[in-house]
């Protein structure tokens, strides 16, 4: 079976963590409305749902991917780059010991679970303003040991590497060339993004169907050219928050 773990918009969403966008105003209405959608269409695709509350004194909360990166193996609760979001860890921790064997990244690491994409074995890591390559020493030692192949691989001009590439199917990968070297994901498919959509690399692959942003529409074209399915959901007032389709959720199987 496959979970969703979520977590509520935060009613101090205005003050989010930003590096990359100028700060907008954020109609928490609006944003919940879009948030509860989003749940929706993870509920159509076949996942469990397992929400979380938001935190009036959390402003990020609802991005609950950066708080843990969920494999078969375990789950590597990160240290988020951004201090504030520290205080996030607790809750998102308690429901994933339901289901996983904790392992944690240390000081003086950071890792945002936004900058890791899973490949199969093959996980790579974004060195980007959020994390640092003491999470990604860690990372390696505590995962390498199972199996996993753990790459590094620099980030400019976005947030996290998930901002950059998204995996649309086991062998294709949607990209922004602009802000990650892509000739690191060896000979995968790439799809590249439209030149006037630059954030629209997030994907959220659930089965054969990717859950994608609708505001992205020539980029939704190359995809169905490339014959990816995909669903849309509005998350237009949360992406003034820097958010994507994948950092809303974690989504794994029991």
């Known amino acids: 079976m496959l979970v969703a773990l979520t977590r509520g918009v935060s009613p101090s969403i205005e003050r989010c963590e930003l ?19 989003y749940e929706e269409c993870l509920a159509g695709l076949g996942c469990a749902l397992r929400a979380l509350p938001a935190e009036p004194d959390m402003p990020d909360c609802v991005f609950v991917e950066d708080i843990a ?13 951004a201090p504030s979001r520290r205080a996030e860890t607790p809750g998102v921790e308690r429901a994933l010991s339901e289901y996983r064997e904790l392992e944690h990244i240390r000081p003086p690491g950071t890792l945002d679970g936004g900058d890791v994409l899973v490949l199969g074995r093959d996980i790579f890591i974004g060195l980007s303003a959020r994390t640092n390559e003491d999470g990604l020493s860690q990372t390696r030692s505590k995962l390498e040991p199972l199996g996993y192949s753990i790459t590094g691989v620099p980030v400019s001009g976005c947030l996290h590497l998930k901002s950059a590439v998204g995996r649309v199917s086991p062998d294709t990968l949607l990209v922004n060339r602009d802000w990650v070297d892509t000739r690191v994901f060896g ?21 054969d169907v990717v859950i994608y942003p609708s505001a992205f529409k020539r980029t939704r074209d190359r995809l169905a050219e490339a014959g990816i399915e995909t669903t849309t959901v509005d998350l237009s007032e949360l992406a003034k928050a820097e958010a994507g389709v994948t950092c809303c959720s974690l989504v794994f199987r029991t």
Do not use: M, W
């Open 69 to 81: 990166v969920v494999l078969d193996e375990l789950a590597l609760v990160t240290r988020p780059g």
């Open 19 to 37: 590096t990359h966008l100028g700060r907008e105003s954020i109609d928490v209405s609006v944003a919940t409305q879009q948030h509860r959608s």
């Open 187 to 207: 000979d995968r498919r790439l799809i590249e993004v439209a030149p006037s959509e630059s954030r629209a690399a997030g994907v959220l692959p659930i089965g």
